[in-house]
């Protein structure tokens, strides 16, 4: 065998695959399953996906003996068992594969499926299909296409026969085979299936391996990370069981909603029990400690979906066993979850669920009993990863006293702090080199006294053992006396009403300031100094009545703020932020709920007039010409430096107080704050005094210590711009703007600059400007989904959807990557004994990337920019290759034209991965009003810690989860209604057309999806917004087709005429629609750029999409554009088309306002001059044209296009 494989392999490593594929194909070793298993590699890499996933498919699936399975329904269970390889083949497969496949005999019986049958498959919806549909398919395409067909066909047959023989394994229908168990032949397949993302299929690959009893140890291991990795692909749900009433109106619509987490937590159950069962046989071959750690483990996942798994099942007993009636979506509803469970009728899932409970009780115990094997070794060699194991088997069963007394017992590494004896080295393992890590079987760390103490005290706490809690947070402190955590423990386990409140911040207290007359480091410990003002701040939140207690309290406050300000404000640029939540408390408890707005406390006065004193006595500037660099001694460049902080902090505190009294903001800032001209001195001195903070080695690569000013005087700047009127607060963001831009040119590694300048440059319409800023931060990785939020929405405001479309494109081949990786990384740490690590990193995917709120609105941005994509933004296209004209729908996207019906097609097969943008289509179709908890908000808004006066809007999470539902919920329904159009059949002879089960389901599904659409875009659209006018000429065309193509079909009232007259009504609704949208934006004033660029995406497009749809449904039954004299229909159709190109020709009139910025320059402008003003006025200006020229084209289409419905006969 290796004078056969040896070429092979060395084929493969060259990545010469046509000789692979050449010697696999010679006999007898074609029929070998390691060269079987080579040749699908060598497909797949020579991109021939389906050939190797056929292949695939013959070696495990075909005559393969199924564990339980019986001869005469090996097909069905196979094709169910396999679902996911089953799908995967059917979604690339044609009406030649299909013939081709009935030729081989290679045991697929595929129907195929159009893109309405696959998004109702995915949305658990009913899916109706003709049993002769794969039939006549594949005859229509076969005669279509003549005799060259099927020779070509043949070809393919005898290709196909190549590489499965005529004789042997592949094609016998009498010969029985066991499972794959060869560990070289699985992981050979397992490669391909990773690379198609199928862990599912490997999963069951593997756990067929180990239920078939051949599997060695490598096997089962290469099985338990199988199993894990297949897990990480689960989206982490929280399931109660009281999601859904009987007697809710929309409970039925939950229920549906609710089919797909059912099934993602029965997948996660089913691979925690395989996993569990791999390691249990696993640690019976091999009886090593790291086996019995994963058996543990995955014991204890395993109860945890078991626990959620029987939440949801008795929440759908309930549910459907109090429904009355048996109507066809309770009927649906049943048939999905018995066939889900794995039942034959519901009532069943009572017992089911009982037997899971069963299991519930013996998992933890098995799981325990398996984990003290490992902390009672002989040698007592116990490693952190043992403990921790043990501990979470005590905790899961509710066993606190019993955990607590093991961590107490536990033997750790000692605390070695600065003085301490290093000849006591407790535990510490004996490390030689990196082989003693390599070499030793799970983690070799042992478990450390900090971590020990820790958990001592949380347990403690849990358990009200408040003394001994105490006495671990300060044994912590003791040897961390900066950690916060440790602090804030230390007054939970002190300030409880079973110690007393007085006396335990009294114990707090003193121990803070034991703490500060032992430190003898350099540099003063600011965790005990601020434990005094937070430990003022219990007082305040604490006190009632009487109002002397109150006025005590905050003067104590008061004064602890002071001292440690004064104490730390020269010394520490972060002084602020630890003190800010602080200045907030007392402001809100100074001013109490009812009090006058225009009145301000005497604590907040006395504090400002503290502040003010701070910057007066810390400002350095002085007013000349000179900006020449001062030579400094180094004891003078600190102490000037420290002046700098102290004066940044003040204005910063001042600034915050003035900004929780709202209606006082301005004359606070007046009366306290020095002045806009007085704080651009002091930072432009600073860039004198302060040369020496570049390093040697070729330029500045930290911030600038005077760089704070400038974000607050930008903050200043507009603040006072947001209380002008429109047409007068262009100067103050032009004047912020300009200080920004300056302040970047010295500073150009301060990405707190950058995020400003964006900001300002937003406010003023210049989204090509804020986009270059953004792109010059280098924002890259994981931080595209923590950060993309200060962009990306504003992308679409901008026009800049081709930029808009490639970010979230960038973030969505992030979130795939990342989840390969992450899988990867948390296998080997799984391997290496570092069990909760691996934990750790499968719950981040599952619960933060997976359901990540940044991955849902790049989906919907994708798929709502996709036929606004403008070819001249291609970074490929050099300016010299400009295309002079831009279309609608050029690229991508549906736009009304012939190549629809394709492209829809496309997005329904696209959409079953996870990370491709057309898979928002689902999570629209299976999502409620109540899922907007389910994503996971990872944007990381600390990066605006500089924005005091005035804070910049972002979308918020409601938002975002309701706009990208409803972007998927429009293009679910344009597929659908394209689908549905390309389906319909003309009149004849003026009697309506013969419905067929295919126009019939295509149009249910349609109203289906549209009754979801509407029920979920209620809450989300703001009544009587242009949004939703919109949205109710969307629905109406979309009931127009559903009214047109099928009717009353079967009735006796149904008629042509009545068709049409129907239609007439919803076109004519649909015209007041877009009446009161165009009144609504008329009415809107002037600045409407931004307006027109996010209505083109969201609503302009789809509704020129469904009218001309609509129009190409009229053509076909004889009410063309033509004919809009003669024809009620097509008369109402040009009236709504007309009525639309009205409200496009306002959007593009309201664009030709958008070119340029209008101010006026004052010679009070002294912060940056004339020539920094205009200069960033015309950024803008060049910024708004970019913006104008990449919506315009488009309207100005859509407008020439919809004339056409002015032709008459």
Request: charged share 25%; hydrophobic share 40%.
């Given at each position: 065998?290796?004078?056969?494989?040896?070429?092979?392999?060395?084929?493969?490593?060259?990545?010469?695959?046509?000789?692979?594929?050449?010697?696999?194909?010679?006999?007898?070793?074609?029929?070998?399953?390691?060269?079987?298993?080579?040749?699908?590699?060598?497909?797949?890499?020579?991109?021939?996906?389906?050939?190797?996933?056929?292949?695939?498919?013959?070696?495990?699936?075909?005559?393969?003996?199924?564990?339980?399975?019986?001869?005469?329904?090996?097909?069905?269970?196979?094709?169910?068992?396999?679902?996911?390889?089953?799908?995967?083949?059917?979604?690339?497969?044609?009406?030649?594969?299909?013939?081709?496949?009935?030729?081989?005999?290679?045991?697929?019986?595929?129907?195929?499926?159009?893109?309405?049958?696959?998004?109702?498959?995915?949305?658990?919806?009913?899916?109706?299909?003709?049993?002769?549909?794969?039939?006549?398919?594949?005859?229509?395409?076969?005669?279509?296409?003549?005799?060259?067909?099927?020779?070509?066909?043949?070809?393919?047959?005898?290709?196909?026969?190549?590489?499965?023989?005529?004789?042997?394994?592949?094609?016998?229908?009498?010969?029985?085979?066991?499972?794959?168990?060869?560990?070289?032949?699985?992981?050979?397949?397992?490669?391909?299936?990773?690379?198609?993302?199928?862990?599912?299929?490997?999963?069951?690959?593997?756990?067929?391996?180990?239920?078939?009893?051949?599997?060695?140890?490598?096997?089962?291991?290469?099985?338990?990370?199988?199993?894990?990795?297949?897990?990480?692909?689960?989206?982490?749900?929280?399931?109660?069981?009281?999601?859904?009433?009987?007697?809710?109106?929309?409970?039925?619509?939950?229920?549906?909603?609710?089919?797909?987490?059912?099934?993602?937590?029965?997948?996660?159950?089913?691979?925690?029990?395989?996993?569990?069962?791999?390691?249990?046989?696993?640690?019976?071959?091999?009886?090593?400690?790291?086996?019995?750690?994963?058996?543990?483990?995955?014991?204890?996942?395993?109860?945890?979906?078991?626990?959620?798994?029987?939440?949801?099942?008795?929440?759908?007993?309930?549910?459907?066993?109090?429904?009355?009636?048996?109507?066809?979506?309770?009927?649906?509803?049943?048939?999905?979850?018995?066939?889900?469970?794995?039942?034959?009728?519901?009532?069943?899932?009572?017992?089911?669920?009982?037997?899971?409970?069963?299991?519930?009780?013996?998992?933890?115990?098995?799981?325990?009993?398996?984990?003290?094997?490992?902390?009672?070794?002989?040698?007592?060699?116990?490693?952190?990863?043992?403990?921790?194991?043990?501990?979470?088997?005590?905790?899961?069963?509710?066993?606190?006293?019993?955990?607590?007394?093991?961590?107490?017992?536990?033997?750790?590494?000692?605390?070695?702090?600065?003085?301490?004896?290093?000849?006591?080295?407790?535990?510490?393992?004996?490390?030689?080199?990196?082989?003693?890590?390599?070499?030793?079987?799970?983690?070799?760390?042992?478990?450390?006294?900090?971590?020990?103490?820790?958990?001592?005290?949380?347990?403690?706490?849990?358990?009200?053992?408040?003394?001994?809690?105490?006495?671990?947070?300060?044994?912590?402190?003791?040897?961390?006396?900066?950690?916060?955590?440790?602090?804030?423990?230390?007054?939970?386990?002190?300030?409880?009403?079973?110690?007393?409140?007085?006396?335990g911040w009294n114990k707090c207290r003193s121990y803070a300031e034991e703490v500060i007359a032992n430190d003898t480091q350099k540099h003063s410990l600011r965790g005990p100094h601020l434990f005094l003002v937070e430990l003022a701040s219990l007082k305040v939140k604490r006190s009632n009545d009487p109002s002397e207690e109150i006025e005590q309290n905050l003067a104590y406050l008061r004064g602890e703020i002071c001292k440690y300000s004064e104490k730390f404000a020269p010394l520490a640029s972060c002084c602020f932020a630890d003190i800010r939540p602080y200045l907030c408390i007392l402001s809100k408890a100074s001013c109490p709920e009812g009090d006058s707005g225009n009145l301000i406390s005497n604590d907040l006065k006395l504090l400002l007039e503290w502040a003010k004193v701070m910057w007066s006595d810390n400002f350095q500037a002085v007013d000349d010409n000179s900006q020449s660099e001062v030579e400094l001694s180094h004891d003078e460049a600190r102490e000037r430096r420290a002046k700098l902080r102290a004066y940044i902090f003040a204005i910063q505190f001042v600034y915050c107080l003035a900004a929780e009294?709202?209606?006082?903001?301005?004359?606070?800032?007046?009366?306290?704050?020095?002045?806009?001209?007085?704080?651009?001195?002091?930072?432009?001195?600073?860039?004198?005094?302060?040369?020496?903070?570049?390093?040697?080695?070729?330029?500045?690569?930290?911030?600038?210590?005077?760089?704070?000013?400038?974000?607050?005087?930008?903050?200043?700047?507009?603040?006072?711009?947001?209380?002008?009127?429109?047409?007068?607060?262009?100067?103050?963001?032009?004047?912020?703007?300009?200080?920004?831009?300056?302040?970047?040119?010295?500073?150009?590694?301060?990405?707190?600059?950058?995020?400003?300048?964006?900001?300002?440059?937003?406010?003023?319409?210049?989204?090509?400007?804020?986009?270059?800023?953004?792109?010059?931060?280098?924002?890259?990785?994981?931080?595209?989904?923590?950060?993309?939020?200060?962009?990306?929405?504003?992308?679409?405001?901008?026009?800049?959807?081709?930029?808009?479309?490639?970010?979230?494109?960038?973030?969505?081949?992030?979130h795939s990557s990342t989840s390969k990786d992450i899988k990867d990384f948390a296998s080997k740490a799984l391997q290496n004994g570092y069990l909760f690590k691996a934990r750790e990193m499968s719950t981040f995917q599952r619960a933060k990337m997976r359901p990540s709120l940044q991955l849902l609105y790049s989906k919907g941005v994708v798929m709502d920019c996709a036929s606004l994509l403008n070819a001249n933004d291609f970074e490929e296209i050099s300016s010299g290759e400009q295309i002079s004209s831009v279309k609608l729908g050029t690229e991508k996207g549906l736009c009304g034209g012939d190549e629809d019906i394709v492209r829809s097609e496309q997005i329904a097969i696209d959409s079953s991965s996870y990370f491709n943008a057309p898979c928002v289509i689902h999570e629209a179709a299976n999502a409620t009003s109540d899922d907007v908890c389910v994503y996971s908000d990872n944007r990381d808004m600390d990066i605006n810690y500089f924005e005091i006066l005035h804070r910049k809007q972002h979308l918020t999470q409601t938002e975002m989860v309701s706009d990208s539902l409803l972007k998927g919920h429009t293009h679910g329904l344009l597929v659908r209604a394209v689908m549905a159009v390309e389906a319909a059949k003309a009149p004849k002879k003026g009697k309506v057309p013969k419905s067929t089960e295919e126009i019939a389901y295509r149009c249910q599904s349609l109203t289906r999806a549209l009754a979801k659409a509407t029920h979920c875009s209620l809450g989300s659209l703001d009544a009587d917004s242009i949004d939703e006018s919109m949205w109710k000429v969307f629905s109406s065309l979309c009931d127009v087709i559903g009214v047109v193509i099928i009717g009353d079909a079967g009735t006796e009232s149904d008629t042509l005429l009545g068709r049409e007259n129907a239609a007439v009504r919803l076109l004519e609704a649909a015209v007041l629609s877009v009446n009161k949208a165009q009144t609504s934006f008329n009415s809107g004033g002037d600045a409407r750029g931004a307006l027109v660029c996010q209505l083109l995406p969201n609503c302009i497009v789809p509704i020129y999409t469904m009218i001309e749809t609509t129009a190409r449904l009229f053509s076909l039954f004889g009410w063309g554009k033509r004919k809009r004299l003669t024809k009620a229909a097509a008369g109402a159709l040009a009236s709504l088309a007309l009525s639309f190109r009205s409200l496009v020709s306002d959007l593009l009139q309201a664009m030709t306002t958008h070119r340029r910025v209008e101010y006026g320059v004052s010679n009070e402008t002294s912060l940056v001059g004339e020539d920094g003003i205009n200069r960033v006025a015309n950024e803008i200006n060049q910024s708004r044209e970019m913006t104008k020229d990449r919506v315009d084209p488009f309207l100005d289409q859509m407008r020439i296009d919809l004339t056409s419905y002015e032709e008459e006969e």
């Open positions: 065998s290796a004078r056969v494989l040896h070429p092979i392999y060395q084929a493969l490593d060259t990545h010469n695959y046509t000789k692979a594929l050449k010697l696999t194909s010679a006999a007898p070793q074609n029929e070998w399953d390691i060269v079987r298993a080579l040749r699908v590699h060598a497909l797949g890499r020579s991109g021939k996906r389906r050939e190797a996933l056929v292949l695939l498919w013959e070696v495990v699936v075909k005559n393969v003996v199924l564990p339980g399975s019986e001869d005469d329904g090996l097909t069905k269970k196979s094709e169910e068992v396999w679902s996911e390889l089953y799908e995967k083949i059917a979604s690339i497969s044609d009406a030649n594969d299909l013939l081709n496949d009935s030729s081989n005999n290679i045991g697929l019986h595929i129907q195929p499926l159009d893109a309405v049958q696959r998004l109702d498959t995915h949305a658990c919806a009913p899916v109706v299909i003709s049993s002769s549909n794969a039939e006549s398919t594949a005859k229509a395409t076969a005669t279509s296409s003549g005799k060259s067909t099927s020779a070509k066909s043949k070809g393919k047959a005898s290709k196909s026969k190549g590489s499965t023989t005529s004789k042997g394994k592949a094609t016998s229908k009498n010969v029985i085979f066991p499972p794959v168990t060869d560990e070289t032949v699985l992981n050979t397949l397992a490669v391909t299936l990773r690379l198609e993302g199928m862990l599912d299929t490997v999963s069951e690959m593997f756990f067929q391996a180990m239920e078939s009893g051949g599997s060695d140890e490598h096997v089962l291991e290469e099985a338990v990370c199988v199993h894990f990795q297949a897990a990480c692909d689960c989206t982490e749900l929280k399931i109660t069981g009281d999601e859904i009433n009987a007697s809710d109106e929309d409970a039925l619509l939950k229920l549906q909603s609710h089919l797909p987490k059912l099934q993602t937590i029965l997948n996660l159950t089913k691979y925690y029990e395989r996993m569990q069962s791999s390691s249990l046989q696993l640690a019976k071959i091999s009886s090593e400690s790291l086996h019995f750690q994963w058996t543990a483990v995955s014991s204890l996942w395993y109860n945890e979906g078991l626990q959620q798994l029987v939440a949801i099942l008795e929440m759908f007993r309930a549910v459907l066993g109090s429904m009355e009636g048996s109507n066809e979506e309770v009927k649906h509803i049943k048939e999905s979850v018995t066939s889900m469970v794995g039942i034959q009728e519901v009532n069943e899932l009572s017992s089911k669920c009982q037997k899971m409970k069963q299991k519930l009780a013996l998992l933890p115990r098995l799981a325990e009993s398996l984990s003290t094997r490992m902390v009672s070794k002989p040698d007592g060699n116990v490693s952190e990863n043992d403990w921790d194991v043990y501990l979470e088997t005590l905790l899961v069963q509710g066993k606190k006293d019993e955990a607590l007394k093991v961590l107490e017992a536990i033997e750790c590494t000692p605390m070695l702090m600065d003085g301490a004896d290093k000849s006591l080295t407790g535990v510490l393992p004996l490390i030689d080199d990196e082989n003693t890590i390599e070499t030793h079987v799970g983690s070799i760390l042992p478990y450390t006294q900090r971590k020990k103490l820790e958990r001592i005290a949380s347990l403690s706490l849990e358990l009200s053992r408040y003394e001994q809690a105490e006495e671990c947070y300060r044994e912590l402190l003791g040897c961390f006396p900066d950690q916060w955590t440790y602090w804030l423990g230390l007054v939970d386990a002190c300030i409880t009403q079973e110690q007393g409140i007085e006396e009294c709202e209606q006082l903001t301005l004359q606070l800032l007046e009366e306290y704050a020095p002045a806009n001209k007085e704080i651009a001195l002091e930072w432009r001195s600073s860039l004198t005094y302060l040369p020496g903070v570049a390093p040697k080695d070729g330029g500045q690569k930290e911030v600038l210590p005077g760089d704070e000013l400038v974000l607050l005087m930008s903050q200043n700047l507009q603040k006072t711009a947001s209380t002008k009127a429109s047409d007068s607060s262009a100067m103050p963001l032009l004047e912020a703007a300009a200080l920004l831009k300056e302040a970047m040119d010295h500073s150009p590694y301060n990405p707190h600059l950058k995020i400003a300048s964006m900001g300002v440059y937003l406010q003023l319409g210049a989204s090509h400007r804020a986009l270059s800023i953004y792109q010059e931060m280098g924002v890259k990785q994981i931080q595209m989904d923590s950060c993309a939020y200060l962009i990306l929405p504003s992308l679409i405001t901008g026009g800049l959807y081709t930029s808009a479309v490639r970010l979230s494109s960038s973030i969505l081949r992030l």
